[in-house]
C-alpha cells in the first residue's frame, strides 16, 4: 500500500496553489532556532522537513527576499525585545503550552513559536506545521495553548515476545531482540508521531506484566528508546509485575509491607533512574484476572500502590494503579466490583499516586454507561483510560471513529457536584481540585506499514492524544483536524468522510450491541457474535450473564429490583437509569430487564425495535461503503483501495452480527421479524 499510510498525518503534502504558497514562504525566508537543545535540534528537523514538503523542495536553500524569520526557542532563550512582547501570553501557559505569535522587530515582521520550555516549543512548531498543511492564514498569527491534563500516555499491551495482547495491527514495534544496539526508524517516527498530538508518554509493556522487564538486560533497551524519546518530551513509563521481588529478586515474598520488599522496590527504583533520570514511573495491573498483588498478602490496594509510589517518589516518579478488578468470589454483578473495592479508600493514596478507571464498568463495550468511581473519588486523582484497540469492536478490520465514543464519556455529567459535574473535570483536576492528573489509551499501534493495520484507525491514535491535550475538543473538530492533515483539504472529500466517521460509532453499537446490549461477544478474542456462549468456568466471562434473555424478555437489571448497581451513582443519575421512563434508551438492557413487548419511544416493541435498530447498523455500514467508493480520485489508490476492502469485509459482518443475534434471541422472543428486517440467507 505504499508509504502514504506510513507517514499518519504527517504527510506534509506539497502545497500545489501557487499563491498561498507563495505567501507561506513569503513569513519564512529564515528559521531562527533559539537554544542548542535536542529538543530544539528535532524541532528544526521537523520544520526542514514539513517545509520542504509542503513549500518546495528547494525552499530552505533558495530563501526569497525580504529578511522574515520564522524565531523559535523557549522564553530564557528569547531575546528582550520579543519576550517583553509575549509577557501576557506567557501568563496564560504551564510548562507544556505554546505561543505561535506575529510580532514585530525592529519594524520587522516576524513570527515566533515560543513556550517555556523546549518540549512547548516543538508543541508549537507542530501545530504551526499542521497550520500550513490545514491552509489556514498565516498573516496575523495569536496561538496560546496548554495541555490540560498533566500525564497523556498510550498503554501498550505489548508483550516481550513481540505479541502484542489485543493488538490487531501485527506484532509490538518494539524489537526486543535487536536493541540496545538496532535503532528502527520507526522509533523515531513514533516519537514525532506522538509528540505531534502532544502525547508525553508511553507505557512499553503489557499489564499483564512480565518481571523480565525490571533485568538489567531489558532495562538497557529500555534506556535507548528513553533516550529517543526524551527530546520528544515522552517519558518512558513500564508495567510492574507485583511478584517481581520473588520472580527476579529472589525473595520469598512480595508482600508489600515486608521489609526487604520494600527495600527490593527502592533499589529497583534507584537502579532504573540511575540509567533514564526522568523515567515515568510504574503501571500496575494487582489482583484482576489472575495478576499477583496485595491481596495475595492479605494487604490491600492502598498498601500495594503507596510502597511503589515511595520507592519511585524521591525521583519525582508516579504509580498509576488500575481499578480494573473483579472478582470469581462475588459473581452478582461484575459492574459493582472496581467501585466497592476503591471508593472507601478515597483518601489514602500518596500523593503521586493515580488510580487508573476504564471509561465503563465492564471493559471496553461499543456503549457503556460511564463509570461509578468517576466523580466518586475527590480525594484521589483518577485517570480516564479508554481502548484504542478495538478489542471489541472488530479489530482493526472495522472503521469506526472512536472520538465519538470518548467524547460521549468525557461530556457525561457525574452530578456528584451537582449538575454540570462531567467526567472531563473530574479527570482534568477542576471538579475537586487535584493537582496530578492524567489519561491512557490502550495503543492500537504495530508493525504494519501503516501502524494500525486500517488507515482510518490512525484517526483513533491522533483522536484520543487531541483529547489527552484538552478533553472538551468535538468529535468533530477532531475529525476535520485529521481528515486534512491526512488526506486532503478538499472539501468534496472532507465533508462526506467526515459524516461517515461521525456515523461510524453508532452505526457499529446498532449492528453489535443496540440498546444497551453489552459482552455478547464471541469468546475469547471477542471477535463477532456470540451471545449463546454459557459454558466458561467464570460466569461472568459468559454472555448469557450480561444478556439474560428469556421467554419473558431481555437486559440485565441493575435497579434495585435486581444487582442495585445503580446506587453507586449520584441521586440524580441513579433516579435516571433506575426508571425505566427516564433511562436512555440506549442504556436500556445495561439497566434493565424488559419485556419482549414493551413499547418504546417510537411506539415500537422491544423486540421490533432491536431488530430495526440491528438492520439499521448494516444499513449505515452499507451508506459508509458507497460514500468511500465515491472518494477514488481525492487520494491514492493504496489507502483508497485497503479502506474499501475493509469496508466490504465490515459490511458482511454487521449482516452477520445482525443475523446471529437476531436468530439466538428469536428463540426466545418467539416473534417474526418485523418489515425492513432482511431475513437471514
Ligand atoms: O479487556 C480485558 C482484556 C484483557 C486485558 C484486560 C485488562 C490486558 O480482555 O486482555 O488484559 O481487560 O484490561 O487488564
Same mark, same amino acid.
Given at each position: 500500500?505504499?508509504?502514504?499510510?506510513?507517514?499518519?498525518?504527517?504527510?506534509?503534502?506539497?502545497?500545489?496553489?501557487? $499563491?498561498?504558497?507563495?505567501?507561506?514562504?513569503?513569513?519564512?525566508?529564515?528559521?531562527?532556532?533559539?537554544?542548542?537543545?535536542?529538543?530544539?535540534?528535532?524541532?528544526?528537523?521537523?520544520?526542514?522537513?514539513?517545509?520542504?514538503?509542503?513549500?518546495?523542495?528547494?525552499?530552505?536553500?533558495?530563501?526569497?527576499?525580504?529578511?522574515?524569520?520564522?524565531?523559535?526557542?523557549?522564553?530564557?532563550?528569547?531575546?528582550?525585545?520579543?519576550?517583553?512582547?509575549?509577557?501576557?501570553?506567557?501568563?496564560?501557559?504551564?510548562?507544556?503550552?505554546?505561543?505561535?505569535?506575529?510580532?514585530?522587530?525592529?519594524?520587522? @515582521?516576524?513570527?515566533?513559536?515560543?513556550?517555556?520550555?523546549?518540549?512547548?516549543?516543538?508543541? %508549537? /512548531?507542530?501545530?504551526?506545521?499542521?497550520? =500550513?498543511?490545514?491552509?489556514?492564514?498565516?498573516?496575523?498569527?495569536?496561538?496560546?495553548?496548554?495541555?490540560?491534563?498533566?500525564?497523556?500516555?498510550?498503554?501498550?499491551?505489548?508483550? =516481550?515476545?513481540?505479541?502484542?495482547?489485543?493488538?490487531?495491527?501485527?506484532?509490538?514495534?518494539?524489537? #526486543?531482540?535487536?536493541?540496545?544496539?538496532?535503532?528502527?526508524?520507526?522509533?523515531?517516527?513514533?516519537?514525532?508521531?506522538?509528540?505531534?498530538?502532544?502525547?508525553?508518554?508511553?507505557?512499553?509493556?503489557?499489564?499483564?506484566?512480565?518481571?523480565?522487564?525490571?533485568?538489567?538486560?531489558?532495562?538497557?533497551?529500555?534506556?535507548?528508546? $528513553?533516550?529517543?524519546?526524551?527530546?520528544?518530551?515522552?517519558?518512558?513509563?513500564?508495567?510492574?509485575?507485583?511478584?517481581?521481588?520473588?520472580?527476579?529478586?529472589?525473595?520469598?515474598?512480595?508482600?508489600?509491607?515486608?521489609?526487604?520488599?520494600?527495600?527490593? #522496590?527502592?533499589?529497583?527504583?534507584?537502579?532504573?533512574?540511575?540509567?533514564?533520570?526522568?523515567?515515568?514511573?510504574?503501571? /500496575?495491573?494487582?489482583?484482576?484476572?489472575?495478576?499477583?498483588?496485595?491481596?495475595?498478602?492479605?494487604?490491600?490496594?492502598?498498601?500495594?500502590?503507596?510502597?511503589?509510589?515511595?520507592?519511585?517518589?524521591?525521583?519525582?516518579?508516579?504509580?498509576?494503579?488500575?481499578?480494573?478488578?473483579?472478582?470469581?468470589?462475588?459473581?452478582? *454483578?461484575?459492574?459493582?466490583?472496581?467501585?466497592?473495592?476503591?471508593?472507601?479508600?478515597?483518601? +489514602?493514596?500518596?500523593? @503521586?499516586?493515580?488510580?487508573?478507571?476504564?471509561?465503563? $464498568?465492564?471493559?471496553?463495550?461499543?456503549?457503556?454507561?460511564?463509570?461509578?468511581?468517576?466523580?466518586?473519588?475527590?480525594?484521589?486523582?483518577?485517570?480516564?483510560?479508554?481502548?484504542?484497540?478495538?478489542?471489541?469492536?472488530?479489530?482493526?478490520?472495522?472503521?469506526?471513529?472512536?472520538?465519538?465514543?470518548?467524547?460521549?464519556?468525557?461530556?457525561?455529567?457525574?452530578?456528584?457536584?451537582?449538575? %454540570?459535574?462531567?467526567?472531563?473535570?473530574?479527570?482534568?483536576?477542576?471538579?475537586?481540585?487535584?493537582?496530578?492528573?492524567?489519561?491512557?489509551?490502550?495503543?492500537?499501534? %504495530?508493525?504494519?506499514?501503516?501502524?494500525?493495520?486500517?488507515?482510518?484507525? +490512525?484517526?483513533?491514535?491522533?483522536?484520543?492524544?487531541?483529547?489527552?491535550?484538552?478533553?472538551?475538543?468535538?468529535?468533530?473538530?477532531? !475529525?476535520?483536524?485529521?481528515?486534512?492533515?491526512?488526506?486532503?483539504?478538499?472539501?468534496?472529500?472532507?465533508?462526506?468522510?467526515?459524516?461517515?466517521?461521525?456515523?461510524?460509532?453508532?452505526?457499529?453499537?446498532?449492528?453489535?450491541?443496540?440498546?444497551?446490549?453489552?459482552?455478547?461477544?464471541?469468546?475469547?478474542?471477542?471477535?463477532?457474535? %456470540?451471545? #449463546?456462549?454459557? @459454558?466458561?468456568?467464570?460466569?461472568?466471562?459468559?454472555?448469557?450473564?450480561?444478556?439474560?434473555? *428469556?421467554?419473558?424478555?431481555?437486559?440485565?437489571?441493575?435497579?434495585?429490583?435486581?444487582?442495585?448497581?445503580?446506587?453507586?451513582? !449520584?441521586?440524580?443519575?441513579?433516579?435516571?437509569?433506575?426508571?425505566?421512563?427516564?433511562?436512555?434508551?440506549?442504556?436500556?438492557? #445495561?439497566?434493565?430487564?424488559?419485556?419482549?413487548?414493551?413499547?418504546?419511544?417510537?411506539?415500537?416493541?422491544?423486540?421490533?425495535?432491536?431488530?430495526?435498530?440491528?438492520?439499521?447498523? /448494516?444499513?449505515?455500514?452499507?451508506?459508509?461503503?458507497?460514500?468511500?467508493?465515491?472518494?477514488?480520485?481525492?487520494?491514492?489508490?493504496?489507502?483508497?483501495?485497503?479502506?474499501?476492502?475493509?469496508?466490504?469485509?465490515?459490511?458482511?459482518?454487521?449482516?452477520?452480527?445482525?443475523?446471529?443475534?437476531?436468530?439466538?434471541?428469536?428463540?426466545?422472543?418467539?416473534?417474526?421479524?418485523?418489515?425492513?428486517?432482511?431475513?437471514?440467507?
Amino acid at each position: 500500500f505504499g508509504n502514504d499510510g506510513y507517514k499518519l498525518w504527517l504527510q506534509y503534502r506539497f502545497v500545489e496553489n501557487e $499563491a498561498l504558497r507563495g505567501n507561506y514562504r513569503s513569513y519564512i525566508n529564515k528559521l531562527m532556532p533559539l537554544g542548542d537543545s535536542k529538543t530544539i535540534e528535532v524541532a528544526e528537523k521537523e520544520l526542514e522537513l514539513g517545509l520542504k514538503g509542503m513549500l518546495g523542495l528547494d525552499f530552505l536553500s533558495k530563501p526569497g527576499v525580504g529578511e522574515k524569520s520564522l524565531i523559535f526557542g523557549e522564553k530564557s532563550n528569547l531575546s528582550k525585545d520579543i519576550s517583553i512582547q509575549l509577557e501576557s501570553d506567557f501568563n496564560n501557559i504551564n510548562d507544556e503550552g505554546f505561543i505561535i505569535k506575529s510580532i514585530s522587530i525592529k519594524g520587522k @515582521n516576524q513570527i515566533v513559536i515560543t513556550g517555556n520550555t523546549d518540549v512547548g516549543v516543538l508543541y %508549537g /512548531v507542530y501545530h504551526f506545521l499542521q497550520l =500550513l498543511q490545514s491552509h489556514k492564514p498565516i498573516e496575523q498569527l495569536k496561538i496560546v495553548d496548554s495541555p490540560k491534563l498533566k500525564v497523556r500516555v498510550l498503554n501498550h499491551w505489548d508483550n =516481550l515476545d513481540r505479541t502484542v495482547e489485543r493488538g490487531y495491527a501485527g506484532f509490538s514495534i518494539w524489537d #526486543w531482540h535487536r536493541l540496545p544496539d538496532y535503532i528502527d526508524q520507526r522509533y523515531v517516527d513514533y516519537a514525532r508521531a506522538n509528540a505531534s498530538i502532544g502525547i508525553n508518554g508511553t507505557v512499553l509493556n503489557n499489564v499483564n506484566a512480565n518481571a523480565l522487564i525490571l533485568t538489567p538486560q531489558y532495562l538497557e533497551k529500555v534506556e535507548v528508546l $528513553a533516550n529517543i524519546f526524551r527530546p520528544y518530551g515522552i517519558k518512558v513509563y513500564l508495567t510492574a509485575r507485583f511478584s517481581a521481588p520473588i520472580e527476579i529478586g529472589g525473595l520469598p515474598t512480595a508482600d508489600p509491607l515486608d521489609l526487604d520488599v520494600i527495600k527490593w #522496590w527502592q533499589e529497583k527504583a534507584k537502579e532504573i533512574y540511575t540509567r533514564i533520570p526522568d523515567f515515568g514511573g510504574f503501571l /500496575v495491573k494487582a489482583n484482576s484476572e489472575g495478576q499477583p498483588g496485595p491481596q495475595n498478602y492479605g494487604r490491600n490496594h492502598v498498601d500495594g500502590a503507596n510502597m511503589m509510589a515511595n520507592a519511585v517518589a524521591p525521583f519525582k516518579g508516579i504509580v498509576m494503579w488500575r481499578a480494573f478488578v473483579y472478582s470469581e468470589h462475588d459473581t452478582t *454483578d461484575r459492574a459493582k466490583q472496581a467501585y466497592s473495592e476503591f471508593v472507601p479508600y478515597d483518601g +489514602q493514596f500518596k500523593d @503521586n499516586v493515580l488510580v487508573q478507571v476504564k471509561n465503563g $464498568a465492564i471493559d471496553f463495550q461499543p456503549r457503556e454507561p460511564f463509570h461509578p468511581m468517576f466523580g466518586a473519588m475527590p480525594k484521589t486523582p483518577l485517570m480516564m483510560e479508554f481502548q484504542i484497540t478495538q478489542e471489541y469492536l472488530g479489530f482493526s478490520t472495522h472503521s469506526i471513529f472512536l472520538p465519538k465514543l470518548f467524547e460521549e464519556v468525557l461530556k457525561a455529567d457525574t452530578y456528584r457536584k451537582g449538575k %454540570g459535574s462531567t467526567i472531563a473535570k473530574d479527570i482534568d483536576g477542576s471538579l475537586h481540585n487535584k493537582r496530578l492528573t492524567g489519561i491512557a489509551g490502550v495503543s492500537n499501534i %504495530g508493525s504494519d506499514i501503516n501502524w494500525t493495520g486500517n488507515t482510518m484507525l +490512525q484517526a483513533n491514535w491522533y483522536g484520543y492524544g487531541r483529547l489527552a491535550w484538552n478533553p472538551y475538543l468535538s468529535a468533530n473538530e477532531i !475529525a476535520d483536524e485529521w481528515l486534512v492533515l491526512t488526506f486532503s483539504t478538499n472539501e468534496s472529500f472532507i465533508k462526506p468522510v467526515k459524516n461517515m466517521m461521525l456515523d461510524s460509532k453508532e452505526a457499529v453499537v446498532n449492528y453489535m450491541t443496540p440498546l444497551g446490549l453489552h459482552h455478547i461477544m464471541d469468546t475469547g478474542h471477542h471477535y463477532g457474535p %456470540g451471545p #449463546w456462549v454459557s @459454558n466458561l468456568s467464570r460466569p461472568e466471562w459468559n454472555p448469557v450473564y450480561y444478556h439474560k434473555a *428469556d421467554k419473558n424478555g431481555i437486559g440485565f437489571d441493575r435497579t434495585p429490583t435486581g444487582s442495585n448497581a445503580t446506587e453507586q451513582y !449520584a441521586d440524580e443519575v441513579a433516579a435516571k437509569f433506575n426508571n425505566i421512563n427516564t433511562c436512555p434508551e440506549e442504556d436500556l438492557l #445495561w439497566f434493565h430487564h424488559v419485556p419482549w413487548d414493551y413499547r418504546l419511544k417510537n411506539g415500537k416493541t422491544l423486540w421490533d425495535g432491536m431488530a430495526l435498530k440491528y438492520q439499521e447498523g /448494516v444499513n449505515q455500514v452499507e451508506h459508509m461503503g458507497k460514500t468511500w467508493d465515491t472518494m477514488e480520485a481525492y487520494i491514492d489508490s493504496g489507502r483508497f483501495n485497503e479502506v474499501k476492502m475493509l469496508l466490504n469485509i465490515q459490511f458482511k459482518e454487521a449482516k452477520w452480527w445482525r443475523d446471529a443475534c437476531l436468530l439466538y434471541f428469536q428463540q426466545f422472543s418467539g416473534k417474526p421479524l418485523p418489515d425492513g428486517v432482511e431475513k437471514p440467507t
